[in-house]
């Protein structure tokens, strides 16, 4: 029973920490799906390119990775922005966003894995940094820092986006985009450079979200697509556009894939982001805290 016990705390604080790291991968989609109805499916790309980056950086400099990824932000913001302005100049703005849209973020997605795969090949690349090996012990319970920094981190990056959307004019435009573009331009405010700020925001997001995901596990080229199912999961099971519902989703997700890898397996834990995905459009497609 002590055993047992002991067994289920800890895949029950590793669920929680690794919840707590999941909406800096999916705050990114939440933005770009959520609010601008754009279906981004090549964003886990860009999150291991900035796996990779903040690899490099730290191989060649001894730069934390996390340290990198926050200098990277500017650079991954104005990648978003252009990558928007190419997908409403080619699609959006003649109507075509839903089927060739679709198809453009697939190419993305493969083109970016496909150039990755021939500069580093399919070996799995890791960071160093001083948290990443130690633990804290309390009683019988585990903490290890390579998972409790990156969630600290996560949810500070959360929280940071959640005052700048909720009290910056910017941050309420970006929010009211989707519910009346009129109202938006009575105020002064273009929808395509809201548009834009919004979608180069959430590709920000990917730099410091590859930055925490070396640091919790090595990455390969093609790790990106294991995280698709996850994020959408996450926001549809979240509400579509529902902050908090995002952290509540990833929590639960987190937790429900630990106890799955614990006790059954890793095997089948990536199934488990799809399973939470059909059962939450079956019974509750609105998610969570959806409208």
């Known amino acids: 029973m002590g055993l047992s016990f002991d ?3 800890n895949a029950l604080i590793a669920g929680i920490l690794l919840g707590g790291i999941y909406p800096a991968v999916t705050i990114g989609v939440s933005i770009s799906f959520g609010i601008l109805d754009i279906v981004n499916i090549a964003h886990p790309a860009f999150i291991i390119l900035g796996s990779y980056i903040a690899y490099i950086v730290n191989t060649r400099l001894g730069i934390d990775p996390i340290v990198i990824s926050i200098a990277m932000l500017p650079v991954f913001y104005f990648l978003g922005a252009g990558v928007y302005q190419v997908y409403y100049e080619s699609f959006e703005r003649r109507g075509q966003e839903a089927l060739r849209g679709l198809s453009f973020f697939f190419g993305l997605l493969f083109v970016t894995e496909v150039m990755l795969i021939l500069v580093f090949g ?12 130690p633990s804290w012990r309390l009683g ?5 820092l390579r998972m409790l920094v990156p969630c600290v981190v996560a949810l500070a990056l ?33 929808p395509i450079r809201i548009k834009r700020i919004a979608f180069g925001i959430s590709i920000a997001t990917a730099a410091v979200a590859g930055a925490l995901l070396i640091i919790i596990q090595p990455v390969e080229p093609s790790v990106g697509r294991e995280y698709i199912g996850r994020v959408f999961a996450i926001c549809v099971l979240g509400g579509l556009g529902s902050r908090p519902g995002t952290v509540i989703a990833a929590m639960l997700l987190g937790i429900i894939e630990s106890f799955t890898a614990t006790f059954y397996g890793p095997s089948w834990a990536p199934a488990v982001a799809f399973g939470v995905l059909l059962l939450t459009l079956a019974f509750r497609p609105a998610g969570l805290l959806g409208r």
């Open 158 to 190: 959360f929280a940071a986006l959640e005052l700048f959307l909720s009290y910056t004019f910017v941050g309420r435009a970006i929010s009211a985009v989707a519910q009346d573009q009129l109202a938006l331009r009575l105020m002064g405010a273009s």
């Open 7 to 9: 067994l289920l705390i």
């Open 140 to 144: 019988v319970m585990d903490f290890p």
């Open 122 to 133: 399919v070996d799995y690349r890791y960071v160093e940094a001083p948290y990443i090996g």
